[in-house]
């Protein structure tokens, strides 16, 4: 079966850290970009960061630049979000997907996900006191 399946969220106060990743299953990563998104029920998706096929561009939303670091490992099929200093207005399900490409849009002030072939089941990020 062809999925992502993404992982490493849970519950933490202001100012933790999470890592998220995101593996392969029945597919290899090397041919996509892979990005990550979130979803807050009653608002808009938005694209939290992306990661080329090399590794060598990445990209990230303005409300994480700084605090998030995404990073990959193609000989392990894994992508992984390193989540800093978190604030609760991260509080989310967070989700990965396998894109054809990805771009920062400065419209958006976030990162657009283009020609997403396979995403995951997401795995919720709470942050709270």
């Known amino acids: 079966q062809l999925q992502l399946v993404e992982s490493g969220g849970g519950s933490v106060q202001p100012g933790g850290s999470l890592r998220l990743s995101c593996a392969a299953s029945g597919f290899t990563l090397d041919y996509y970009a892979i990005g990550w998104f979130r979803q807050v029920p009653g608002k808009e998706r938005e694209g939290v960061s992306c990661?080329?096929?090399?590794?060598?561009?990445?990209n990230y939303a303005d409300s994480v630049k700084g605090r998030f670091t995404i990073s990959r490992d193609n000989a392990k099929s894994l992508v992984y979000l390193q989540m800093n200093s978190l604030k609760p207005e991260d509080t989310a399900v967070y989700y990965c997907?396998?894109?054809?490409?990805?771009?920062?849009?400065?419209?958006?002030?976030?990162?657009?996900?283009?020609?997403?072939?396979?995403w995951g089941q997401g795995t919720q990020v709470t942050v709270s006191s």
């Open positions: 990661i080329s096929r090399n590794s060598g561009s990445t």
């Open positions: 997907a396998a894109v054809r490409s990805c771009t920062y849009y400065s419209g958006s002030y976030s990162v657009i996900l283009i020609g997403a072939d396979y």
